[in-house]
């Protein structure tokens, strides 16, 4: 167009459709915050690559929640009033996620977290929707592969008691180890930002577990194995997606093999669709995806998805699109939100072994 055609459009027309992210980009779950930006851009350069949307391209703009609750809510206030989003995806973690969706669903701005899995994120309203399963499930998950796979019958727990993933998760792996016959012979807590575990591995280790569940997020679960191997703990440690990060190896090493953890995906699944993804990601990126990584490509392709059925932009008229979403192929897995905006999937279980996360089996909801 010459620009005397150019300046003829509003800006409307022509302007970039902007997209919103919130992640931890800083602090101790960095990862969750950098991948999660990472499987968006990729989403949105694939996305504009194919003509954008309604004629014009896609922008995306990220704030660093630093990984807590209160700058995850000012970032999505800030992405809602200031840049006029029309979508906000994120945050990963659920503490920070149920934060910011007080703000999108007050001002009716869609919101969906990737990887967000406790149940009470999506009860904060209508606006708000996830791409993964909730922890009910994930926690069956787990319990029943320590009891039934495992044959553990005495495990132990160590929760970050400031973390509603991680409480809420300890509640329903213990509602179903419990059923299945198993015990939770104790459990201790922690606050996030502590480095030094030994005091509660000390009262874990004299109740004699067989496992210890550490459903936390991978930073502490690196330090938690490397303190309870000095401790001479040397039963099998168990955990949740939250687990998933690259740096959980390097923080974990020699302490973190042989132990298992619940996930949305396994890079192992020959799935060409996944494997094609795959490929691009590292491509882009020179790592494989994790979790996050490709639950917020996920999140992003879901969005992107909505907006082209919807008949425009507005809140109310993306948000609809978006409720309405059955069987999405998502590289994570097929995505159908259901009356409560979660995602119904299959968990995977992973096992650390040489410093990868090796694929185990899957369990169907
Ligand atoms: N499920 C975790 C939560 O709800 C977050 C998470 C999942 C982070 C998977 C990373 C990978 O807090």
Sequence with gaps: ATPAEASKQTPSDSAPILVGQVGSLTGSEATFGISGRQGISLALQEANAAGGVKGRPLALRVYDSQGKPEEAAQAAARLISQDHVVVILGEA???????????????GVPM????????AVTKKGD???RVCFIDPFQGEVMARFAHDHLHLKRVAVLQDNKSAYSVGLTDEFRRKFTELGGVVVAT???????TDFRAQLTTLKKTRPEGL????YYTDAGIIARQARELGLTLPLLGGDGWDSARLFELGGAAIEGSYYSNHYSEENPDPVLQEFITRYKAAYGQVPDSVGALAYDAARLAIDAMKRAPDLS???????????RDFPGVGGSITLDANRDAVKQAVILKVEGGKARFVTALKP
Excluded: C, H, W
């Design 213 to 216: 569940f550490v459903p936390g």
């Design 315 to 325: 809140g109310p008229a993306l948000r609809d699109a978006i409720a309405a979403t």
């Design 93 to 107: 973690a659920s503490s920070n996620s149920m934060a910011m969706a007080d703000k999108a669903q007050a001002a």
């Design 127 to 129: 606006y708000i929707f």
């Design 188 to 194: 201790e807590s922690y606050s996030k930002g502590d």
């Design 112 to 119: 969906i977290t990737p990887t967000s899995t406790n149940p």
